[in-house]
């Protein structure tokens, strides 16, 4: 049609994903990439482990209490002559299977509970806000102990009751986002352009709102890795299946004969919930910078 | 001239809720607009502008306001009472609109080219590949150089007025019968904003597309606009072809703003009259409504009638309306 172009200069820059920036972001924070290598090692010690390493965890292998490092036994043994090695590979593919369901699931209901609170406002979020406020204010840890005495010890319902209880962080943070997003023009561009409600809220302002989500959700996983040791620590668990947190519970009564029994697996959970912290604090910034740029 | 009005609009009424009641935002609004006419708005904030534009697209901010009277025929179909599904398919459609802040008016997660297509694949029902390349036409067609690759730019990695150029593409992917412009310049450079204009002139020729300019800007309604609307606390109060409005205003708010222009009233008058300022500012909503001459606080004309009833619509010859007791007196 028109050539009107050539007062314009071309632009040098070359377009570049936003994601090629976060990433870079993420490099930049050294403890970010550590936390991320370590948790990388872990994930795949967990998928691998198990089978390379070939001992079973539930067969008692040797005697009792035997010290790590000796008689080949790499960690040692538990109270009833378990290899503890093994029993900290299975208890990975426990512990990070519960904390990444979990948090999906903690931020699937809170995505949609503050996105619809902070998109619709007027009665619809204050229902929804009192009700993440009830939420809140449960006493998490005896709250989920209740599912799990109710509906028995399975891991889907240690699962479900994780999740159930740590959703109102990314309901709060979902709708503080929304509640400012969808005052911005875009929004309204976009809705003076024909989008429709639905679209509104998952196609315009919930990909803007993703940065902070996905770093709380990052930190959940964590926060639901510990939560499952909680619970089986004290017993909340499925008896017959390995976890970290089961390994120190049932080692518990023998703390002060070998403590390494109860060390190493807790050193595990450190470990792991540490890594998932730096990743989540390198997500961090590695998407807020972008945001303050736009 | 006689060709059918594309849209018009008739003794529109939108009503907002206050703390202190319902309040007439748009009191009595009627025009209308024929295919590729320029329609400018002009009139200081908060004087009914951009709620006439958010009526028009079916946007009036909910729940407090709504359209309590008038209709708006877009080609015979009242909009007024169309429902939202049906709006749905209208907006962004057969009208669309460009924003004042082409900053924060683009979606910062996708690119140009995604943004535009995706409403060519939700409008027009095209095929992914096909929309892209429409997009990348109506990229190349704004002036945007290298339109393939900047398809494929994020809006923060393009300057302001490559933005706009943007969100006019957009607005106009789909060929909409009415473009409403509100602002669409005031956050740009001075020489970006006459390439802005140049660009709108020239694809409304092209397109046939008609025109509402939202404005307060007076140099900018002589420069793109054939007929203006003055707007006062939510009425009319002029409207006419803009030179004959220019050249002889009959409502002293208009010549109270084209006395603001300093270049413009001299062209004109070929004199140079003291740049004057309104004096005063905008009646508070609760007074919007009111049987009187809502101006009349600011006008030196103003007498006891202009503040016990509201000045009735007079014609002063092709089409000039203006609001006034005192239309005769106005010089």
């Avoid at chain 2, 270049?263 to 049987?291: C, K, N, S």
Wanted: one cysteine or more; aromatic letters at 6%.
């Amino acid at each position: 049609m028109t050539d009107i172009s050539k007062p314009l200069a071309p632009q040098i820059e070359k377009p570049r994903p936003p994601l090629a920036e976060a990433v870079e972001m993420f490099v930049r924070n050294r403890a970010a990439v550590a936390g991320l290598v370590v948790l990388v090692l872990i994930v795949l010690a967990a998928i691998f482990g198990p089978s390379l390493y070939g001992t079973d965890p539930y067969e008692m292998v040797w005697a009792p209490f035997t010290p790590p490092g000796s008689e080949g036994y790499l960690l040692g043994t538990d109270y009833l002559g378990r290899d503890l090695f093994a029993g900290i590979l299975a208890g990975a593919r426990v512990s990070l299977t519960i904390g990444l369901a979990a948090a999906f699931m903690s931020v699937f209901i809170g995505i949609t509970v503050g996105a619809v609170a902070g998109f619709f406002r007027g009665w619809v979020e204050e229902v929804l806000m009192r009700i993440t406020e009830f939420f809140q204010v449960l006493p998490t840890l005896l709250f989920s102990m209740v599912i799990v005495s109710l509906f028995g010890a399975s891991f889907p319902i240690i699962t479900v009751a994780i999740g159930i209880v740590s959703w109102t962080a990314v309901a709060r943070i979902t709708r503080a986002e929304f509640l400012r997003i969808r005052e911005l023009e875009y929004v309204m561009a976009a809705r003076a352009s024909g989008a429709g409600n639905f679209r509104l809220i998952f196609g315009v302002v919930l990909p803007n709102a993703l940065p902070p989500i996905i770093v709380q959700a990052a930190l959940m996983v964590g926060t639901a890795i510990l939560f499952e040791a909680g619970l089986s620590f004290l017993g909340l668990t499925d008896p017959n299946v390995v976890s970290w947190g089961q390994i120190i519970g049932s080692n518990r009564p023998y703390i002060l004969d070998a403590n390494y029994t109860v060390t190493l697996p807790g050193l595990a959970i450190f470990v792991t919930v540490l890594a998932i912290s730096l990743v989540g604090d390198g997500l961090n910034d590695a998407l807020n910078p972008r945001l303050r740029a736009r | 001239m006689d060709r059918e009005p594309i849209l018009d609009v008739k003794g529109l009424r939108v009503e907002l809720s206050t703390r202190n009641g319902v309040v007439p935002v748009l009191d009595g609004l009627d025009f209308s607009l024929r295919a590729s006419e320029t329609l400018a708005f002009v009139g200081e904030s908060g004087c009914g502008k951009s709620m006439t534009a958010l009526a028009v697209m079916g946007l009036v901010p909910q729940p407090v306001g709504r359209i309590a009277a008038g209709s708006i025929c877009l080609d015979g179909e009242d909009l007024a009472s169309a429902t939202e599904a049906r709006m749905r398919n209208v907006r962004g459609n057969d009208v669309s609109m460009i924003f004042q802040e082409p900053m924060t008016a683009l979606n910062p997660v996708y690119t140009a080219g995604e943004q535009i297509a995706e409403l060519l694949r939700r409008h027009q029902a095209m095929g992914r590949r096909a929309a892209w390349e429409h997009a990348v036409e109506m990229l190349a067609a704004v002036g945007i150089p290298d339109p393939r690759g900047r398809a494929s730019a994020y809006p923060h990695q393009m300057s302001g007025g490559q933005r706009q150029r943007v969100m006019i593409a957009m607005a106009l992917a789909c060929r909409p019968k009415v473009l409403i412009a509100d602002e669409p310049t005031t956050a740009l450079d001075v020489t970006v904003q006459a390439q802005i204009f140049e660009l709108l002139k020239d694809l409304r020729r092209e397109t046939g597309t008609a025109l509402i300019l939202i404005t307060h800007d007076m140099g900018v309604v002589a420069e793109m606009a054939e007929r203006m609307i003055v707007m006062y606390a939510g009425r009319k109060v002029e409207d006419g072809i803009v030179e004959d409005v220019i050249a002889a205003p009959k409502h002293p708010y208009t010549r109270g703003l084209i006395s603001c222009v300093p270049h413009l009233a001299e062209v004109l008058t070929e004199e140079r009259p003291d740049l004057t300022e309104v004096p005063g500012v905008v009646p508070p909503l609760t007074q919007f409504g009111r049987d009187m001459c809502l101006f009349s606080s600011r006008c030196v004309l103003a007498d006891d009638r202009c503040r016990t009833a509201r000045p009735a619509d007079r014609q002063f010859g092709m089409g000039h309306v203006a609001a006034c007791w005192h239309a005769e007196e106005v010089a």
